[in-house]
């Protein structure tokens, strides 16, 4: 991708390194990765997200800030674009239960103004259109996370 513009997708790997059921900000280690695929191909749909309900509260904050302060970022500034999630690859532990401590969660670039389609070359999805009113309409990720488009 051309320098200065955002990526198509971004991947979010988390781990609560302490097990701290608060998710302070420096107990959790975050990485994150820009991609220009999906990351998850397997997961073109968005229905992992259901996972997102196996977390608590303070897991489902932290996630909201780390969202937050990516959608703020100067990458973004004055291009209209927001990122949202489109799916999630939860931890697993070695007898297939879910890891409350770790989740990869990849987010998808939408609400591209003409400035930034003109450069990055893609438009806001109709796939994600419904997902943002599917998910909305049925109390689903999206309202639990009080995401606003």
């Known amino acids: 991708m051309a320098q200065g513009t955002p990526s198509r997708y971004k991947y979010l790997v988390i781990k609560n390194q302490d097990f701290d059921p608060a998710w302070p900000e420096s107990g959790v280690h975050l990485s994150v990765f820009d991609c220009a695929e999906n990351p998850a191909p397997g997961n073109l749909d968005g229905r992992p997200l259901f996972h997102l309900i196996e977390y608590g509260p303070a897991a ?8 937050w302060n990516i959608n ?18 939860p931890g697993r532990l070695f007898d297939g239960r879910v890891d409350l401590n770790r989740l990869c969660l990849v987010l998808k670039l939408a609400n591209c103004n003409a400035a930034v389609r003109d450069v990055v070359g893609v438009a806001l999805d109709d796939e994600i259109e419904e997902l943002i009113a599917e998910f909305s309409a049925t109390g689903g990720p999206f309202t639990t996370l009080h995401y606003h488009y």
């Open 60 to 67: 489902l904050q932290y996630l909201k800030r780390q969202i």
């Open 72 to 89: 703020l970022s100067d990458e973004l500034t004055g291009t209209g674009c927001k990122y949202f999630p489109v799916s999630l690859d």
